[in-house]
Each structure stands twice: as C-alpha cells, then as structure tokens.
C-alpha cells in the first residue's frame, strides 16, 4: 500500500477498478467500452461535495489545498458578469488542483466531516498511528491487473471502513442504498484485494452521514455471508475484463430474444419459498436445504419467508460447483 497517489491520480490510473468493475456485471462490456475511450469529467456538484466531506473527515490537513470556496463576488460584480468569469478563470489557472464549492455547500461539507469525526468508531482508528489513511495498492486478480483505495485500514485490527454520504442513513434507507450502488461488492472487492496484498482484514464498515442537519451518522457492516457471495462477482468481473481485453470484444446486451417474467415480486427481485421452488421447478424442502447450507438470508414479509433472487441464485451456483464458497484466492 502507498500513500504516493492523489486521488485524481488514483482514478486516472488504467487499471481495474470496482467502480469498472461493477459495471461490467450490472450494465454490459459495451457500456464500460465507451466510458474508457469517452470518459466523462467527474466533476458534478455531488462528487465534489463527496470528496470535499471525504478529505475533511479524513485528512482535514489537506482541504486547504484541495478545496476553496467560490467567490460570491469579485471587485464588486457578481458571477453573472464577464468581469467576475475572467478573473475567476485566472483563479482557477493559478491553481489547478482546486476544487471550488460555493459557500454554502463547503460550509455543509465541513459540517457533515465535523460529525462524522464525532463517531466514537471513527475517533478510535483516527487517533490509531498504525491507521493508513487513503492509500492505494495495485493487485493481481483472475490475471488482470486491478487497484484498491481504502479510506480508511487499520492493519492491528483489520477494519476497513469507507465513508458514504447518503440522503438517509437510517437502517431502511441504507440498505436501499447498499443495493443499488452495489456496497456489498465494494466491501467483497476491497476484502478481497487487500488479503491479495498481504494484509488480513476482518470486517468492513460503511460510516455513513446525512447531507441534511443534523448530519446523523450510522456505521453499519454487511454479513459475512452476503459478502462472499458478491466474491463469485468480483472474480466474473475480472474474468470478463480479461476476455474482453484479450479478444477487444466488448458484448452489448445480446441480439437474442429474452423473455421477461413480471410477478408481483419482480420490482425488488425477491421471492417467497413457494415461488422459489415453483419457478426453479424444485421441491419447497430442496429450496429450506439450500438456505441452510448457504446461509441464505430472508425477509419477512408477513407471514411469508422472502429470498433474493441474486443470493438464491449464486447458491444454485455454488452448489453445483460442489459447494464452493467463494472463499478468497
């Protein structure tokens, strides 16, 4: 692990990402294909408030030099004025590596960073010496050459922890959170690549803090089980990289012909015992051994047991590869 890049250099670096990653699973190659060679600029107000909270939480020493706050004014003329963009634009110029916030959302920034600081988890590793804060390391994974940036590694107790800001960090609005941006994969992705490296971590925690006041914080961490699960992703992922870079074909979503099954259940994707066993065509008890060896989580939902349809089908997997777990390689 190195502390000798910045974070524009980080995301700049070539290599296998797990945002990439991701996408590779969720959306399609030819999609990851067009963002390499167009890559967008990553500089909408959201990601820069992130980053700003990110480094005032994290390495409050930095912010000066990374962030400042936008004039409202210049010599007396608003930024509606030619006088204030040319002298603005020179600002800039002089000092490229600033990122601009107006003063209201830098004030929020810093608030957001000032209570997540406050989190008694946050407290204890931040004072740690043998803590490492936003260091990278490069790996090897399934033949490709991949990257990892942890906010935050304590090496004596193994805990990563990554800090989100979210509109709702209450235990309903988090896991909405955890499955549409795909943390559960980050969490397996950054295990994985660190035990690659050579270091042994335990647990991965999400610090997350509201971008509304009081800027209420929650730390929260994903079982062990549905971390492995993702384990099988992050490894097609790679995999898929591989592929595509090997033969320079980046697959779409298929010229075949798909059929689409709508039930009421569809929307979040789960499925109760029932509709498990009549949709995969196997006994209600074949689908009760499956959940205990796996350990596949459910829901109630009323009376009835719901399963992910993502989990039910990665253990389908596994049990057909003989029970393999995804264990780290």
């Known amino acids: 692990m190195s502390r000798n890049l910045s974070n524009a250099e980080y995301h700049a670096d070539e290599r296998l ?14 999609v990851v294909a067009h963002e390499m060679a167009y890559p967008r600029p990553s500089d909408s107000l959201a990601l820069t408030m992130g980053s700003c909270t990110h480094t005032a939480t994290l390495e409050p020493d930095l912010l000066d030099k990374e962030f400042a706050i936008k004039p409202e004014e210049i010599d007396g003329k608003s930024s509606r004025t030619n006088h204030y963009k040319e002298i603005f634009e020179s600002m800039q110029s002089r000092n490229p590596n600033i990122q601009w916030l107006n003063k209201s959302d830098y004030r929020t920034c810093v608030d957001m960073a000032e209570s997540a600081r406050e989190h ?25 050459q991949c990257k990892v940036r942890p906010d935050l590694y304590n090496p004596g107790a193994g805990v990563v922890i990554d800090i989100k800001t979210t509109q709702d960090a209450s235990e309903q609005g988090f896991r909405k959170s955890i499955r549409r941006f795909g943390y559960a994969f980050q ?62 074909i980046w697959p779409g979503y298929g010229d075949d012909i ?28 074949w689908v ?18 719901m399963l992910d349809m993502t989990d039910f089908k990665n253990a389908m997997r596994w049990d057909a590869e003989g029970g393999k777990n995804g264990k780290t390689t």
Not at 127 to 143: A, L, N, V
Not at 208 to 230: G, H, M
Not at 258 to 279: D, V
Not at 288 to 305: D, E, N, Q
Request: net charge positive.
């Open 17 to 30: 990402g797990r945002s990439t990653a991701w996408k590779l699973i969720t959306s399609c190659p030819a």
């Open 120 to 144: 008694p988890l946050l407290k204890t590793y931040l004072s740690d010496q043998e803590t490492m804060i936003e260091q990278t390391g490069f790996f090897e994974c399934k033949g490709v």
């Open 187 to 248: 969490a397996a992705w950054y295990l994985n690549a660190l035990r690659i490296l050579g270091l042994k971590p335990k647990q991965f925690v999400f610090l997350c803090v509201e971008k509304t006041p009081p800027y209420l914080t929650a730390a929260y961490e994903i079982s062990t089980a549905e971390v492995e699960r993702e384990l099988i992703r992050v490894h097609d992922a790679c995999e898929t990289y591989k592929k595509c870079m090997d033969t320079g």
């Open 258 to 285: 798909k059929t689409l099954t709508l039930g009421n259940y569809a929307t979040n994707g789960l499925m109760s015992i029932s509709q498990t066993a009549e949709h995969f065509n196997v006994s209600r008890t």
């Open 288 to 305: 009760y051994r499956m959940i205990k060896t796996h350990k596949i989580p459910t829901l109630a939902r009323g009376k009835r047991k």
